[in-house]
């Protein structure tokens, strides 16, 4: 039983690239929603998905796409990276619907956009 | 907006100390106050509270929460440096029960 698995760990870009961050978990959670975290900021939702084809925007959603074809799958889109972005990224996910059950995190994405 | 501020923002001490972190908030239609720790990565599930007075215990740490002054305390007894993260509070958002709004969070430090 993996949890939630993010990938990569660290990515550089240049600033105007795209990247895909990847989130899986295997515990057939129907709630995933993406995270970042910066110093000071605490934790901000980006996206959120409550089960495969319904995703909603978060905190913090300008710059990001998300979309949820599968219920294991999360993957968070930069159309085209800013230095803002750069941040730490988390996946998270849980059982059922509103907060009875606690979140899941994956390990985190260290983006940095140059 | 739905507001959740803790305190103190960081805070030193040595081992053996007890300590109390604060966690207050302003939601409409409370549900719950979730706390989690953090340590170099994932952030951890600690402790889930819906109704006033009742505390919650796991081991040295322990969690209360008052809904009529709308705040929780975090307890840490006899601290030890793997206690040492940072510790996180948070609420289920009025906008929707599936935003959860986190604090900016307590960075404790537990000197040996």
């Known amino acids: 039983n993996a949890g939630v698995t993010q990938t990569p760990k660290f990515q550089v870009l240049k600033t105007g690239q795209s990247m895909t961050l990847q989130c899986a978990q295997d515990?057939?959670?129907?709630?995933m929603s993406w995270y970042r975290q910066d110093p000071g900021m605490g934790l901000r939702l980006i996206h959120y998905?409550?089960?495969?084809?319904i995703t909603d925007q978060g905190e913090v959603p300008n710059g990001y796409n998300v979309s949820r074809s599968t219920t294991e799958d999360f993957p968070l889109r930069l159309l085209s990276a800013a230095p803002s972005q750069t941040s730490v990224y988390f996946c998270a996910s849980r059982w059922g619907r509103g907060f009875n059950s606690p979140l899941h995190f994956g390990n985190g994405t260290r983006l940095t956009v140059t | 907006e739905d507001k959740v501020v803790q305190s103190p923002l960081s805070l030193v001490v040595h081992e053996g100390d007890t300590v109390t972190l604060n966690c207050s908030y302003e939601?409409?239609?409370?549900?719950?106050l979730l706390w989690y720790k953090q340590e170099k990565k994932a952030p951890t599930f600690l402790f889930m509270l819906?109704?006033?007075?009742i505390e919650k215990k796991s081991g040295r740490l322990s969690s209360i929460l008052d809904k009529k002054e709308l705040f929780s305390i975090l307890n840490i007894t006899a601290t030890q440096t793997g206690d040492s993260a940072i510790y996180l509070c948070?609420?289920?958002?009025?906008?929707?029960?599936?935003?959860?709004?986190f604090g900016k969070g307590t960075k404790l430090t537990v000197n040996p």
């Open positions: 939601v409409t239609n409370f549900r719950s």
């Open positions: 819906t109704s006033s007075g």
């Open positions: 998905s409550v089960g495969a084809g």
């Open positions: 948070a609420v289920p958002s009025q906008g929707g029960s599936e935003k959860l709004v």
């Open positions: 515990m057939n959670h129907e709630y």
